[in-house]
């Protein structure tokens, strides 16, 4: 009988690229952060379908969440594309 992996042993799911990709930026509410989120994106990702994003705001309006769906094309991209959100200042998260 084989032995099950440790779970850190386990490889993270490949993706293939070029792909589909949903990305949701989370941050406090502020009138430039739907700008500057899609600013950054169009940046590493041209040609966002500006009709497939979700913006919703928290219960009491503190902050925003915004789903972008892009054409990911390698983990280089997502990695650059996360550390631009990140070091806008308005980004808290990004999923």
Do not use: W
């Given at each position: 009988?084989?032995?099950?992996?440790?779970e850190?042993?386990?490889?993270?799911?490949?993706?293939?690229?070029?792909?589909?990709?949903?990305i949701?930026?989370?941050?406090?509410q502020?009138e430039?952060?739907?700008?500057?989120?899609?600013?950054?994106?169009?940046?590493?990702?041209?040609?966002?379908?500006?009709?497939?994003?979700?913006?919703?705001?928290?219960r009491?309006?503190t902050?925003?969440s915004?789903?972008?769906?892009?054409?990911?094309?390698?983990?280089?991209?997502l990695?650059?594309?996360?550390?631009?959100l990140?070091?806008?200042?308005?980004?808290?998260?990004?999923?």
């Open positions: 009988m084989a032995e099950a992996m440790p850190q042993e386990k490889e993270p799911p490949k993706i293939e690229f070029p792909c589909d990709y949903p949701k930026v989370l941050g406090r502020c430039e952060f739907e700008s500057v989120v899609i600013e950054i994106i169009e940046r590493h990702a041209p040609g966002i379908d500006l009709s497939r994003i979700n913006v919703k705001s928290s009491k309006g902050f925003t915004m789903t972008v769906f892009i054409t990911a094309t390698g983990q280089p991209q990695e650059a594309l996360h550390g631009d990140m070091a806008s200042g308005l980004v808290q998260m990004v999923i």
